[in-house]
């Protein structure tokens, strides 16, 4: 009977060291995880931050060029205006053709020197 009760307590002594080692290789384990899970978090959250200021860098640069085209269109048009407008007074007969030429006043065109 102590034989028995001798390899009982041997088989239980194992068994609470593995138990032990395998709590340990448990917690181990779930540090390195929570480790390799926080890294692809933060990594993730650097790519898209990344992707959300090239959207807006690229958004940004797109509405630069739509205002600049529409402002050269709208100097466009109000050129062809202004030069219809000549045409019509000068057919009219309502000022002379040599009487168009620019005067002290008169809008002047803007440049790009302010971007």
């Known amino acids: 009977m102590d034989a028995l009760k001798k390899g009982f307590s041997m088989a239980k002594e194992g068994v609470v060291a593995a138990a032990e080692k395998t ?3 448990v917690e181990e384990a779930a540090a390195k995880t929570k480790e390799g899970v926080m890294y692809v978090g933060a990594k993730t959250k650097e790519g898209v931050v ?3 200021n090239t959207v807006a860098h690229k ?3 797109q509405a630069n060029l739509v ?3 529409a402002v050269a269109g709208a100097n466009q048009a109000s050129e ?3 030069e219809g407008l000549e045409s019509v007074v000068a057919s009219t ?3 002379k053709p040599g009487e168009l030429t620019k005067q002290e006043g008169d809008v002047e ?3 790009d020197a302010g971007q």
Do not use: C, F, I, R
């Open 23 to 25: 709590k340990a290789g």
């Open 50 to 52: 990344t992707s959300v």
């Open 59 to 61: 958004t940004t640069e």
């Open 67 to 69: 205002s600049e085209t």
């Open 80 to 82: 062809k205006a202004v």
């Open 93 to 95: 007969g309502l000022v």
């Open 109 to 111: 065109q803007p440049t």
